[in-house]
């Protein structure tokens, strides 16, 4: 298995090697932005992946109170952690891209805000992770935390969108030249394999610190239950 | 244990009964409980009435003696007086139940989680929201605003972004109370979580206190609504497992 994710990982960095030709040489630039337009090869997929893992983070949130296991819980750690690191690097591109476009670093606009809000809520999320010692109790607390911040979603978009808009309204692939929407595309896959290799990596880790938290015997690995601390009360 | 536990709850009757309680029952027994508990340790509430009228008079110095600009944000200023100081209530809310491990002795009544919930929730709330009407007159007089489209709209205003503070604050005050550097987690917890709800409370305060012309109003009372009824909702659905052992 160590295999496959170290394969995907190569895979990653060399689309990521060859995408960066394609974004800064091969693909035309935009007609009104010109060359900086070119940073939304990046900035975008980074986003999405970000958005991809939260999406995982709830998923295995939910998992996790319908049926205890370490591995979702390590999942949904990873997969935090993986996400609120793209986000990070996401927003920071798009702040770089927006000081010679719009003239500012940060601007108000529901799409940024709304970011910003999920990237202090899912530090929080960690936070809580790091503060809660008992990994049964952290488990369910950061599943329940996850569900209730994933759920604000919505809400936070259409909060902020009564605000007066300023980001860029998403271009479809009809209006665009084709061989920018393969570039993003290529970077999109790029960065999908580098998340499942990050995600996949951390998730190894999260599963070791479970299992040296607990001490688990080497048989339970495979089914990984939480039924050893029950079965011991 | 039964006995003890109950007579905490200042009933002797729930474990004599030995049937578990119905929800609006064990609702109304908590939330009895809770407000006991206040009443009785006035100077916190004292403390916490003191705390925030603290706050808005802070506020007023850290951005000068701007008078047009105190009079524009006074609906920013007592939202952010009521969240500061809803994080002390919040905390002190599950702290008495952690203090003698009373929190254990409730999970052993045959009273619905669900009840603790709603109980503790509607608690908070309702001390919020006492203590915003008891702000109101301070922040009319301090910052010199009039109440344009009258009390009944600011009222349900406060009320509905008690509501919508306390709902998810006590979730995170169960989960924080018990993890280490709680003081510092349920805010870090909370108010990501809560910018939609403070969004549109001070601007549906700010409506209220300088008029309507656009009509607003409804929508940013919409918006609380449905935050309400999400953060209830999910508050009754896993609060059970946030306390369970």
Known sequence: ?233 | MQATAASALGTNRIALSATRVGLLRGLALVLTKDMLIEWRTRARLNALVIFAFGTLLIFSFALGPDTQLLQRNAGGYLWLALLFASLMALGESFRIERENSALEGLRLLPVDPRALFLGKALGNAAVLIGLAFVLVPVMVGLFGVSISLGFGPLALTLILGCLAISAPGTLYSAVASNARARDVLLPLLLFPLIIPALLAAVKATSVVLQGDPMSQLRSWFGLLVGFNLVYWGLGVALFPQVVEE
């Open chain 1, 1 to 233: 298995m160590n295999r496959v994710r170290w394969a995907i990982f190569i895979v990653a960095v060399a689309m990521l090697g060859v995408g960066a030709w394609l974004a800064l040489a091969w693909a035309p630039p935009d007609r009104e932005m010109g060359d900086v337009q070119r940073i939304m090869y990046v900035h975008v997929p980074q986003v999405w992946m970000a958005l991809l893992a939260a999406t995982l983070n709830f998923g295995c949130s939910v998992a996790y109170l319908f049926k205890k296991s370490w591995k979702t819980d390590a999942l949904a750690e990873a997969s935090a952690e993986v996400g609120v690191l793209f986000g990070a690097v996401g927003i920071s591109l798009g702040s770089i891209w927006g000081r010679p476009t719009w003239g500012v670093w940060w601007a108000w606009d529901p799409r940024l805000t709304t970011a910003a809000i999920l990237l202090v809520a899912y530090a929080g999320y960690l936070a809580l992770r790091r503060f809660v010692e008992d990994p049964e109790r952290r488990a369910v607390w950061s599943a329940v935390t996850a569900i209730v911040a994933y759920v604000d979603v919505p809400l936070i978009w259409y909060s902020v969108q009564w605000w007066r808009s300023l980001h860029q309204v998403q271009s479809s692939p009809k209006t665009v030249d084709p061989q920018m929407t393969l570039v993003l595309r290529w970077h999109a896959f790029a960065f999908l394999g580098l998340l499942i290799f990050f995600i996949w990596s951390r998730y190894q880790i999260a599963m070791a610190a479970r299992k040296h938290e607990l001490a688990m015997p080497a048989e339970l690995d495979e089914g990984a239950r939480i039924q050893t601390s029950q079965a011991a009360r």
